[in-house]
């Protein structure tokens, strides 16, 4: 675990985004955590979210994980998503255009489903995690079909856990199906693998979670991919 997965974290729990207990997920699993990227619901939260995005997609650049030249977030959630990394980004020395999509294509003014910059080049997909894949795929047609490259998907948080429900499940995760599937890679700032490491940690945040550990690392065991 790298410093800025450690401040990520620590981030996530101070907003309250990151929150331990009892939560029913998607898939009617029981997890002991729940991450919430709609409640990075202010101005200072949302811009201290995109440099976490942005530091990340620049460190796995340089570790020639991944190569881009613009940025798309899927509505709606990889709308705010997007622009906060782009601003970021931009702060860096990295200035790139970016875009997204509307649910449905406006039929008057510029029209279409795609606002922003034209899709071009190699795109990194950015939005909050990757459950069933489903905004990824979409995304990924989409950008196929504007003639441009899906370099990668750029997520907060990889759960590394594997698909189905409660009773069945899949062999991978939604995350590792998207790389198999389109020959892409997926880049998260901070990984369930994190989050356990961060737990057995000596700062203040570290030690209140840590007495929710056994139950994540039993979910892990049980759920993980």
């Known amino acids: 675990m790298t410093a800025n997965h450690a401040q990520f974290i620590e981030f996530a729990l ?10 029913k997920t998607k898939a009617g699993r029981m997890s002991p955590y729940f991450f919430n990227a709609g409640l990075f619901n202010t101005g200072s939260l949302l811009d201290r979210l995109g440099a976490f995005y942005a530091r990340t997609l620049l460190a796995a650049r340089e570790a020639g994980r991944i190569e881009f030249d613009m940025l ?13 990394v782009a601003i970021n980004l931009a702060r860096l020395g990295c200035d790139v255009p970016w875009a997204f999509n509307r ?9 279409g489903t795609v ?5 071009k080049g190699r795109v990194v997909i950015v939005d909050d995690v990757i459950s069933a894949g489903t905004s990824v795929r979409e ?22 856990e594997r698909g189905g429900n ?50 994540v690392q039993a979910y892990r065991e049980k759920y993980g991919a």
Do not use: W
């Not at 606002?115 to 899709?119: A, C, V």
């Not at 998207?178 to 737990?199: H, N, R």
């Open 103 to 111: 649910k449905e294509a406006k039929d008057h003014g510029e029209g």
């Open 166 to 215: 409660a009773e069945e499940m899949t062999e991978t995760s939604a995350v590792q199906d998207v790389e198999k599937t389109f020959s892409m890679p997926v880049v998260s700032i901070a990984s369930l693998t994190d989050l356990l490491e961060f737990m057995n940690g000596d700062s203040q945040a570290a030690r209140s979670a840590s007495e929710f550990r056994g139950a």
């Open 72 to 84: 798309f977030g899927p509505a709606y959630k990889g709308i705010p998503l997007v622009s906060t």
């Open 139 to 160: 995304s990924v047609s989409l950008i196929r079909a504007c003639g441009a490259v899906p370099s990668g998907v750029l997520i907060a948080l990889d759960r590394q």
């Open 115 to 119: 606002i922003g910059s034209p899709l």
């Open 14 to 23: 101070s907003a309250n985004v990151l929150r331990f207990g009892e939560f």
